[in-house]
């Protein structure tokens, strides 16, 4: 079925969406905007409710003026709308407080619709308290949904889930203690991404590029998230987590992934999923001393004076690791992977360099090599380049590089819709394609780099802030004969 007639079915069913920790940046600054555009694009259901729930003391009226602070509200109409489908209640999970006054809202709000709605429970809180969450759910039966109508609850959590792999198999184990599997949705807002998805459709609906995506023909690749923020008001999580864990482990493996998964006979949630976990499976673990002289872990200078860091934290806000797949495919490609806050902008791209055949008829050619390269941007705005060696113009016979490059933002006249937006719609829908399948595999490629770098190894560097991290990053490539290409495409940047 089309996604268009899904959501149409959609707009005659009832939803009601429980969003936990309804007061954190989560929330505020992705989940209600999100929701908003929804309303404004016609995609939400004409029975619709949300549950805002946190903590904190609020009326419902006091709760929409914040979230309308946050929400780029161009449509008051619109909003006043929106907004009144909102419904906030004080609540704290971890305690159990309040839960049997939220599930007496849900019934009423049954009552009103006199339908049988679809339950939703999102969990945009401290993993730390995941475990304690999925059980008071289930002492207030929030778990269970609609039995009479077969309408199981849905849960949605969020990453990092679990801080290494044993911690991940023990939530895994509380998780399915109360839900069934199909009841869960793991998200990674990465997969929600338009380019994220559209690298299905440039590798398997473009036949000039398969044949040569492999090691024949790929040099290397290069995978790049930075942030030009700090850490914000997150110190008590993130000095536990470190961007390795943050953004390597789930993010950054999951592009991995996709550029170097296999064709899934079809695009459904089951075969997606499949191809996506095969590859991970298939990363080399690293030895110790391949982690020691293949990984980089570096802290901004002024890391330690934020709020709620350890003095003597040794939590690294950047991190670059050189993989290898078990793969006939990818034999001795490298991945070079890298990640890190306070840099010189927020960028997330893929870059796969291909391989230098002879050219020797061109006389600068190896004065100056430039391979071609092929640049997926998925953010700051979402584009696809590639770079080109074409002649100079002039008398003399000399290559020059050029990039050719599309946005999507100038290239379509169809809005692109946030990730959220569109993870959002498919947790509706009930469509688990985007979404994550049981999280461990990545943490055993995780666990081991970890637990050389408790032991100081390799050294903690640090880099100044606006830069592209620690020159250990730069050696890191180099010492291969290769370096870091720019991670942006021209015409995209903003």
């Given at each position: 079925?089309a996604?268009s007639q899904?959501?149409?079915?959609?707009?005659q069913k009832a939803?009601?969406?429980?969003?936990?920790?309804?007061?954190?940046?989560?929330?505020r600054?992705k989940i209600?905007?999100?929701?908003?555009?929804l309303?404004?694009?016609?995609?939400?259901?004409?029975?619709f409710k949300i549950?805002?729930?946190?903590?904190?003391?609020h009326?419902?009226?006091?709760?929409?003026?914040?979230?309308e602070?946050t929400?780029?509200?161009?449509?008051?109409?619109?909003?006043q709308?929106?907004?009144?489908?909102?419904?906030y209640l004080?609540?704290?999970?971890?305690?159990?407080?309040?839960?049997?006054?939220?599930?007496k809202?849900?019934?009423?709000?049954?009552?009103?619709?006199?339908?049988?709605?679809?339950?939703?429970?999102?969990l945009?809180i401290s993993p730390?308290?995941?475990e304690?969450?999925?059980?008071?759910l289930a002492?207030?039966?929030?778990?269970?949904?609609?039995?009479?109508?077969n309408?199981?609850?849905?849960?949605?959590?969020?990453?990092?889930?679990?801080?290494?792999?044993?911690?991940a198999?023990?939530?895994?184990?509380?998780l399915?203690?109360?839900?069934?599997?199909?009841q869960?949705?793991?998200?990674?807002?990465?997969?929600?991404?338009?380019?994220?998805?559209?690298?299905?459709?440039?590798?398997?609906?473009?036949?000039?590029f398969?044949?040569?995506?492999?090691?024949?023909y790929v040099?290397?690749?290069?995978?790049t998230?930075s942030?030009?923020?700090?850490?914000?008001?997150?110190?008590?999580?993130?000095d536990?987590?470190?961007?390795?864990?943050?953004?390597?482990q789930?993010?950054?493996?999951?592009l991995?992934?996709?550029i170097?998964m296999?064709e899934?006979?079809?695009?459904?949630?089951?075969h997606?999923?499949?191809?996506?976990?095969?590859?991970i499976k298939?990363?080399?673990?690293?030895?110790?001393?391949?982690?020691?002289?293949?990984?980089?872990?570096?802290q901004?200078?002024?890391?330690?004076?934020?709020?709620?860091i350890?003095p003597?934290?040794?939590?690294?806000?950047?991190?670059?690791?050189?993989?290898?797949?078990?793969?006939?495919?990818?034999e001795?490609v490298?991945?070079?992977?890298?990640t890190?806050?306070?840099?010189?902008g927020?960028?997330?791209?893929i870059?796969?360099?291909?391989?230098e055949?002879?050219?020797?008829?061109?006389?600068?050619?190896?004065?100056?090599?430039?391979?071609?390269?092929l640049?997926?941007?998925?953010?700051?705005t979402?584009?696809?380049?590639?770079?080109?060696a074409?002649?100079k113009p002039g008398?003399?016979t000399?290559?020059?590089?050029v990039?050719?490059?599309?946005?999507?933002?100038?290239?379509?006249?169809a809005?692109n819709?946030d990730a959220?937006?569109?993870?959002?719609?498919?947790?509706?829908?009930?469509?688990?394609?985007?979404?994550?399948?049981?999280?461990?595999?990545?943490w055993?490629?995780i666990?081991?780099?970890?637990e050389?770098?408790?032991?100081?190894?390799?050294?903690?560097?640090?880099?100044k802030?606006?830069?592209?991290?620690?020159?250990e990053?730069?050696k890191?490539?180099?010492k291969?004969?290769?370096?870091?290409?720019a991670?942006?495409?021209?015409?995209?940047?903003i």
């Open positions: 079925m996604k899904e959501i149409e079915q959609l707009k939803v009601i969406f429980v969003v936990f920790g309804a007061t954190g940046d989560l929330s600054k209600f905007p999100s929701f908003y555009e309303a404004k694009s016609g995609i939400l259901p004409d029975k549950i805002a729930t946190a903590r904190s003391q009326t419902t009226n006091d709760f929409t003026n914040i979230l602070k929400v780029k509200v161009d449509n008051r109409k619109q909003w709308k929106f907004s009144r489908q909102i419904e004080s609540t704290d999970i971890d305690k159990n407080l309040n839960l049997e006054i939220l599930s809202k849900i019934e009423d709000f049954e009552k009103q619709v006199k339908v049988c709605p679809q339950r939703v429970f999102y945009a730390i308290i995941y304690n969450a999925f059980k008071n002492r207030n039966k929030l778990n269970l949904g609609c039995l009479t109508h309408l199981r609850s849905r849960i949605v959590t969020e990453k990092p889930f679990g801080y290494d792999f044993e911690s198999q023990r939530l895994n184990g509380a399915e203690k109360y839900f069934e599997e199909e869960v949705y793991r998200i990674d807002h990465f997969l929600g991404k338009g380019t994220v998805q559209n690298i299905l459709a440039l590798r398997f609906a473009n036949e000039i398969e044949p040569i995506w492999n090691k024949n040099d290397h690749v290069q995978i998230s942030q030009r923020m700090g850490i914000e008001k997150r110190g008590l999580f993130y536990k987590m470190g961007a390795l864990r943050d953004v390597v789930n993010h950054l493996f999951q991995l992934a996709l170097a296999e899934p006979k079809r695009l459904d949630h089951q997606f999923r499949a191809k996506r976990v095969e590859i298939n990363i080399k673990k690293l030895t110790k001393d391949e982690i020691i002289t293949s990984t980089v872990r570096g901004y200078n002024g890391y330690l004076n934020e709020e709620n350890n003597n934290s040794q939590t690294e806000t950047f991190a670059a690791v050189k993989l290898h797949l078990q793969s006939q495919r990818w001795n490298p991945f070079y992977i890298r890190g806050k306070k840099l010189t927020d960028v997330a791209s870059i796969l360099s291909f391989k055949k002879s050219h020797r008829i061109f006389k600068n050619f190896w004065d100056q090599p430039f391979p071609n390269h640049t997926i941007q998925i953010k700051p979402e584009g696809i380049g590639i770079r080109l074409v002649k008398l003399e000399e290559l020059e590089p990039d050719m490059e599309f946005c999507y933002k100038d290239s379509f006249d809005p819709p959220y937006e569109r993870l959002l719609m498919d947790i509706m829908l009930g469509d688990k394609t985007l979404f994550l399948g049981k999280v461990g595999y990545s055993k490629i666990d081991p780099i970890e050389v770098w408790a032991t100081g190894k390799p050294k903690l560097v640090t880099y802030p606006g830069s592209w991290g620690p020159n990053a730069e890191l490539i180099e291969d004969g290769r370096k870091w290409l991670p942006y495409l021209t015409i995209c940047k």
